[in-house]
Antibody, heavy 118, light 107 residues
Framework: QVQLVQSGAEVRKPGASVKVSCKAS????????IHWVRQAPGQGLEWMGI????????TYAQKFRGRVSMTTDTSTTTVYMELSSLRSDDTAVYFC???????????WGQGTLVTAST | DIQLTQSPSFLSASVGDRVEITCRAS??????LAWYQQKPGKAPKLLIY???ILQSGVPSRFSGSGSRTDFTLTISSLQPEDFATYYC?????????FGGGTKVEIK
């Protein structure tokens, strides 16, 4: 069965960086792109960007360009999202999701809470 | 960027009620719309894509309709497990924005 398993919760100080991983299994990794979506406490969903499985094509939401980097490791079928220059309003749960037919997010990871706080 | 406006943002309903949630796009997105359900502390779950195609395993009481700028998610007979927050998302062009969400609570 398709599974996306994310790394555990992280706490960082403002200005630092965080790297979240998303390990994919149960499907052919090379066939599907991966989305990253975040959700601040009590707020809605925010699309951050998408990466192809080989990692050589990314599209980021304008809001995150210059601060976000998405990469893949095909040998371990793992996708990474690194966010730099963290601010307190980056505190959120970060989700990875497989981009299925029509790019729809058909399978989701469990989410990773990132807290940016002094 | 394409904006999605969901209404209502909050809905109180009873078990067995028919519920409709609307999503309006700021420009023509054809049928490039998905609906998700999210329960507290959980990841979203895909319900419908391409505006009206039911994702495998999703109960048939859920349906989607609409095209271009106006879309509707309908729950024909609300069940206890349907109390959750619902989001639309367009898939027409990057960025793939979400609507603000509709929280469905028990009356």
């Amino acid at each position: 069965q398709v599974q996306l398993v994310q790394s555990g919760a992280e706490v960082r100080k403002p200005g630092a960086s965080v790297k979240v991983s998303c390990k994919a299994s149960g499907y052919t990794f090379s066939t599907y792109h991966i989305h990253w979506v975040r959700q601040a406490p009590g707020q809605g969903l925010e699309w951050m960007g998408i990466i192809n499985p080989s990692g050589d094509s990314t599209t980021y939401a304008q809001k995150f360009r210059g601060r976000v980097s998405m990469t893949t490791d095909t040998s371990t079928t793992t996708v990474y999202m690194e966010l730099s220059s963290l601010r307190s309003d980056d505190t959120a749960v970060y989700f990875c999701a497989r981009a299925g037919l029509y790019n729809v997010a058909d399978y989701w990871g469990q989410g990773t809470l990132v807290t940016a706080s002094t | 960027d394409i904006q999605l406006t969901q209404s209502p943002s909050f809905l109180s309903a009873s078990v067995g009620d028919r519920v409709e949630i609307t999503c309006r796009a700021s420009q023509d997105i054809s049928s490039s719309l998905a609906w998700y359900q999210q329960k507290p502390g959980k990841a979203p779950k895909l319900l419908i894509y391409a505006a009206s195609i039911l994702q495998s395993g999703v109960p048939s009481r859920f349906s989607g309709s609409g095209s271009r700028t106006d879309f509707t998610l309908t729950i024909s007979s609300l069940q206890p497990e349907d109390f959750a927050t619902y989001y639309c998302q367009h898939l027409n062009s990057f960025p793939l924005t979400f609507g603000g969400g509709t929280k469905v609570e028990i009356k």
